[in-house]
C-alpha cells in the first residue's frame, strides 16, 4: 500500500522559511516522478513544484520560483520542498504526490497517481 505522508508545516511569519518533507512508502521511490501542490481556503488546488524521479531535472510555478527548491533523496525515499521568503499568499495546506511516469516533470495534478494527507503552512504578516 502506498503511503505518502507530509511533514513540517506550521506557522512562520512573512519572510521566514520552512522545509516541508515527503516521506514515501510501498513503491519504488526513484520509480516516480514526485510533485507539490497547494490549496488555500476557497481556491482550486494549484501545482507548486515537481521533479524527476533521479532529481535531474525540476520545474516551478512561477508564483514561487527562486524562494522555492524541491528536492529528493531517493536512499531515504522522501522529497522536500525547502521554502524560503514565505508571503501570505504561500498560506496553503500542501500536498505531495507520486507520478509513476519516473521522465517527466507534470505540472497537471491529473497526472498523478497518489497523493498524500497534507500539511498546513500558515504566512502572517
Known amino acids: 500500500q502506498v503511503q505518502l505522508v507530509e511533514t513540517g508545516g506550521g506557522s512562520v511569519q512573512v519572510g521566514g522559511s520552512l522545509r516541508l518533507s515527503c516521506a514515501a512508502s510501498g513503491l519504488t521511490f526513484s520509480n516516480y516522478a514526485m510533485g507539490w501542490f497547494r490549496q488555500a481556503p476557497g481556491r482550486e488546488r494549484e501545482f507548486v513544484a515537481t521533479?524527476?524521479?533521479?532529481?535531474?531535472?525540476?520545474r516551478y510555478a512561477d508564483s514561487v520560483k527562486g524562494r522555492f527548491t524541491i528536492s529528493r533523496d531517493n536512499a531515504k525515499n522522501t522529497m522536500y520542498l525547502q521554502m524560503n521568503s514565505l508571503k501570505p499568499e504561500d498560506t496553503a495546506v500542501y500536498y505531495c504526490?507520486?507520478?509513476?511516469?519516473?521522465?517527466?516533470?507534470?505540472?497537471?495534478?491529473?497526472?498523478?497517481?497518489?497523493w498524500g494527507q497534507g500539511t498546513q503552512v500558515t504566512v502572517s504578516l
Open positions: 504526490a507520486a507520478d509513476r511516469t519516473s521522465w517527466r516533470s507534470n505540472p497537471n495534478s491529473y497526472a498523478y497517481n497518489y
Open positions: 521533479i524527476t524521479g533521479t532529481g535531474g531535472g525540476s
